[in-house]
């Protein structure tokens, strides 16, 4: 602090000069504060502009890579103007400009521990199941059947009410056909497997997805997760599927549900 601050701190009250310093010091500090933090708000709206424009759901002749798009061009291959501001992007339509024609949902499940109770059945139901050393089907008198066939329909009601307000797929890194044999075994009396057909749910097995290079690639290079590439490519062809046929302009909204990082980072 200097020898004046010393000087007024020992001999007395501050005089009006001092008294001014301070004043104009702390309107100083308080100003750049006030600057920090707009430029702070700014950055953290321009990185939400920013996902949320990465997020937001292109017609499926965009989802194909750079290299593929750049032989295979088409005049009908619809892109997102660059030129086109983040006002007008970011902007909500209003109930007059909803057309109902033109918008098409689509939801994505995952499997394990989101429709299915994968950790519930492997931590509990087979721990407690002394003759039963992994997955399989449910002896007749298990006391698990109750409270599995009471999941089974909440998963059936899951399925039914997403149905209704969008296209559902399924997307599942497990091994074919773990869907069917599972909801079988643990889900008694839900019926899952007509009721996919029924509901014209899609199953898609991820790994299924995944090339040779990609796996090598993902071996070798740092930071590059098998399981999301391969759920990547999964959901890319499920959009492309259940975008074909569209009228061109319909905006596809796309939610992907899961338990874990993996949905998230793929659906991207």
């Known amino acids: ?26 309107e100083e500090v308080a100003k750049l504060a006030e600057e920090l933090l707009a430029r702070h708000a700014e950055k953290r709206q321009s990185s939400r502009q920013r996902r949320q424009r990465k997020l937001k759901t292109c017609p499926s002749g965009a989802l194909s890579s750079p290299a593929s798009s750049a032989g295979n061009a088409t005049p009908n291959m619809a892109r997102f103007p660059s030129e086109m501001s983040f006002a007008s992007e970011m902007s909500y339509p209003s109930e007059a400009d909803f057309d109902p024609d033109m918008e098409e949902p689509i939801i994505i499940f995952d ?22 050393s992994s997955f399989g089907p449910l002896p007749d008198d298990s006391e698990f059947c109750e409270p599995l066939a009471s999941h089974a329909a909440v998963v ?28 079988e075994w643990f889900l008694p009396g839900g019926d899952v497997k007509d009721l996919l057909e029924e509901l014209e749910i899609p199953v898609y097995y991820a790994r299924e997805h995944v090339t040779k290079a ?7 290079e740092e930071g590059v997760d098998v399981y999301t590439v391969a759920k990547r490519n999964a959901m890319k062809k499920c959009l492309r599927k259940l975008m074909r046929g569209k009228p061109l302009g319909t905006r596809h909204h796309v939610i992907s549900i899961g338990d ?7 659906v991207q």
């Not at 602090?1 to 702390?26: L, M, N, Q």
């Not at 989101?114 to 003759?131: D, G, H, M, Q, R």
Request: hydrophobic residues 35%.
């Open 1 to 26: 602090r200097g020898p004046e601050y010393k000087a007024h701190a020992t001999d007395g009250p501050p005089d009006e000069e001092f008294k001014a310093r301070r004043e104009r010091a702390i």
């Open 111 to 132: 499997w394990d521990d989101t429709l299915l109770p994968t950790w519930y059945i492997s931590e509990v139901v087979n721990a407690c199941n002394k003759n039963q």
């Open 156 to 183: 059936r009601e899951t399925l039914q009410a997403a149905r209704r307000v969008a296209r559902v797929a399924i997307v599942t890194l497990a091994m074919r056909p773990w869907v069917d044999n599972s909801s």
């Open 214 to 220: 990609q796996r090598l690639a993902a071996n070798q």
């Open 260 to 266: 874990s990082g993996a949905e998230e980072d793929a």
